[in-house]
């Protein structure tokens, strides 16, 4: 668990330190770090408060992954 929190705050600070720069690595990253949180959804347990903390939690590296894809995408 400390290993996947680290590399969340790891992509975290390559994301900001690769912001002005186009960059393949961020976009892995950032998939990277949406698939671990959506399996972590489907493990979720049964209670409506876990479910909605882990819809807001997959959402943070959806909005990451989109920037960072729009980022490679646009960046000449």
């Known amino acids: 668990m400390y290993a996947v929190n680290a590399f969340k705050v790891l992509t975290g600070l390559l994301g900001i330190a690769l ?6 690595l961020t976009v892995v ?5 949406f698939i671990m949180q959506l399996s972590a959804f489907f493990q979720s347990g049964n209670g409506g ?15 990451y992954l989109h920037n960072a894809w729009l980022n490679f995408k646009d960046k000449k």
């Open 19 to 24: 912001a002005n720069k186009k960059s393949f």
């Open 29 to 33: 990253c950032g998939f990277i770090c």
């Open 49 to 63: 408060l876990e479910i909605a903390v882990n819809v807001v939690l997959l959402v943070i590296p959806y909005y």
